[in-house]
């Protein structure tokens, strides 16, 4: 049996990560085997270029080969493989995150992120995306409260707020693939919300 497919996304502090926990449990409660990933990342390999990605200053068209290349190994060696042993693969962003912080935030060229993506997963593609949607001015505060902020967290609201537009362009282009979550409310009720998703999804 072909597994599932799974992404997750948002502008930085949308609170995907304590989503993303609560998720996995309602799946795993229903007897699938759940593999829980992230991009930049997921491999050996694409940890390093994570690394690379959320602490040096680089050009866009090198930050967007890097995340490509990363995306790469992470395809060939966890997602398909993982999939083809029946398992829910629930990946913490994958190529909509380079429209949105790429091409929406940095103004990279779209048609190049196309023949990108063209070339390295065709038209392998998520089987459902979350969008956990929120104004950036908010999340902002949310992650001043949390921790110390990477690269792409630091950067400005206006950046954002062009990262969030990219996102719901891409959720109006691709509504039968996207799911979107208003994460401005309490976290518990987002929670209580994706339980009831996922109980029976899929």
Do not use: C
């Not at 999939?83 to 693969?89: E, L, S, T």
Request: hydrophobic fraction near 40%.
């Amino acid at each position: 049996m072909q597994g599932r497919f799974i992404t997750f996304e948002g502008i930085d502090g949308a609170g995907k990560s304590t989503q993303i926990e609560v998720i996995h449990q309602a799946i795993k409660a229903r007897g699938i085997e759940v593999v829980r990933t992230r991009e930049p990342g997921g491999t050996p390999l694409s940890e390093k270029i994570r690394e690379l990605l959320l602490t040096e200053s680089m050009q866009p068209e090198t930050e967007t080969l890097l995340f490509f290349a990363s995306r790469a190994e992470h395809i060939a060696r966890v997602i398909r493989p993982a999939m083809a042993r029946g398992a829910w693969v629930l990946s913490d962003r994958f190529t909509d995150a380079t429209y949105a912080y790429q091409v929406g935030g940095r103004g990279f060229s779209a048609e190049k992120v196309e023949a990108l993506e063209e070339w390295t997963h065709g038209g392998f593609q998520p089987d459902l995306t979350v969008l956990f949607d929120i104004e950036p001015q908010v999340a902002a505060e949310r992650l001043a409260k949390a921790r110390q902020l990477d690269r792409f967290e630091k950067e400005s609201l206006d950046f954002f707020t062009r990262v969030r537009e990219a996102y719901l362009t891409r959720a109006r282009q691709y509504p039968e693939r996207f799911l979107i979550i208003n994460s401005m409310r309490d976290k518990d009720v987002v929670s209580d919300e994706l339980r009831r998703i996922f109980a029976t999804w899929g």
